[in-house]
């Protein structure tokens, strides 16, 4: 059943992406196939969340012993990033609407870890 959740979870989202994608005429500017940073302070921002997220996780499973099994916090840890995307697009390109699909799967990503959180 958790299986199945996540199956349609994923394809509400992947077809609220595409629908806002196509209504909003959204390009992506994209150079190549792999992900890449807005700008400088975009890849510094970035690497600090994941450095804090490490950090913390290293202290929770290791010396706290606490949240062994939590696969959450790799979902969290992702929506954050997404969120933190849609801030720095925002605030660079407000005409490309890009910052949009990023706040929609920051949105996503929060709403599964809840989800996940709550009935797992």
């Not at 992406?17 to 992900?35: A, E, N, Q, R, T």
């Not at 450095?51 to 959450?72: D, H, K, P, T």
């Not at 969120?83 to 799967?105: G, H, I, M, P, W």
């Amino acid at each position: 059943m958790f299986l199945l959740s996540i199956i349609l979870y994923a394809i509400v989202v992947s077809s609220g992406y595409l629908w806002i994608k196509k209504k909003l005429k959204v390009s992506y500017d994209s150079d190549g196939l792999l992900y890449k940073h807005i700008n400088r302070f975009h890849l510094i921002g970035e690497s600090i969340i994941v450095v804090v997220f490490l950090i913390g996780l290293f202290y929770m499973r290791f010396v706290m012993e606490w949240r062994l099994s939590a696969y959450q916090d790799v979902i969290l840890v992702i929506a954050i990033l997404h969120a933190f995307r849609s801030v720095v697009e925002r605030r660079l390109n407000k005409d490309s609407k890009q910052y949009l699909l990023s706040a929609y799967t920051s949105v996503s990503g929060f709403l599964f870890f809840l989800g996940a959180e709550l009935f797992v």
